[in-house]
């Protein structure tokens, strides 16, 4: 397997890269358009081909590189079936598998950050990772006051949905604040403090006083990513 992970420092935002093997067809989760051109040194010293290239919801942070990953490499741009983006060439629907040599990814829908935000499961028969965008952080999990955002289905999503993966699973966010690059489910179940021993009331209230100040970029990257960072 080929993986790699990106980090863009202005945003914390992760970017993974997979592909079953060199020379093989790649896919691109969480692309940030001012990092495009070290996607494209990678895909090209990888000798890879990229298919996808994904955004798990509309981020408020960042401003995504979908449109100009298309743009350079003709691959198709994913997201949910509930997303607003009218650039994006194909929506999944929950449980759909994304196949491409070598590769499975399956989509959940799992809203709480956003009304949109799905996860993305590699390898679901037997499940190696977890792909969770802002639902599921390492140690936390992303804000519910905008966007759609709700708290209690924050709580289902991770609680019934991420929590029901092997405890291996290795979780990989969109975002990291703390110099974190990756965790696993049972390390979230025990250790996650907004969620380890607390009930969803509980889990609720502490998402619901977080009080946090609206993202610097939040009304560029918005609206730039609803027509795939190409505004
Ligand atoms: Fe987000």
């Known amino acids: 397997m080929v993986f790699r992970q990106f980090f863009d420092p202005v945003s914390s935002t ?15 989760i969480d692309p940030v358009k001012e990092q495009l051109g070290g996607y494209l040194a990678a895909i090209d010293e990888l000798g890879v081909r990229l298919v996808h290239a994904i955004d798990t919801h509309t981020h408020a942070d960042h401003v995504t590189a979908l449109g100009d990953l298309r743009d350079a490499t003709q691959c198709t741009t994913v997201m949910g079936e509930r997303s607003k983006a009218l650039c994006v060439s194909r929506k999944v629907s929950e449980n759909e598998v994304l196949r491409m040599d070598g590769i499975e990814l399956k989509a959940l829908y799992t809203p709480g950050h956003t009304d949109e935000s799905f996860s993305f499961v590699l390898n679901p028969r037997r499940p190696e990772a977890v792909f969770t965008g802002d639902v599921l952080l390492i140690r936390g999990s992303g804000r519910t006051d905008f966007q759609g955002g709700d708290a209690r289905r924050s709580w289902d999503s991770i609680v019934n949905k991420l929590f029901r993966l092997p405890d291996e699973a290795t979780v990989y966010p969109a975002h990291d604040y703390n110099g974190c690059t990756a965790s696993r489910i049972g390390d979230e179940k025990r250790f996650n403090p907004r969620l380890s021993g607390k009930s969803e009331a509980e889990y609720i209230r502490i998402m619901d006083s977080l009080n946090l100040p609206n993202p610097a970029m939040m009304d560029v990257a918005v609206p730039a990513n609803l027509a795939c960072g190409q505004l």
Not at 14 to 24: C, E, N, P, Q, V
């Open 14 to 28: 992760f970017t993974y890269l997979l592909a079953s093997r060199r020379g093989g067809e790649a896919l691109i």
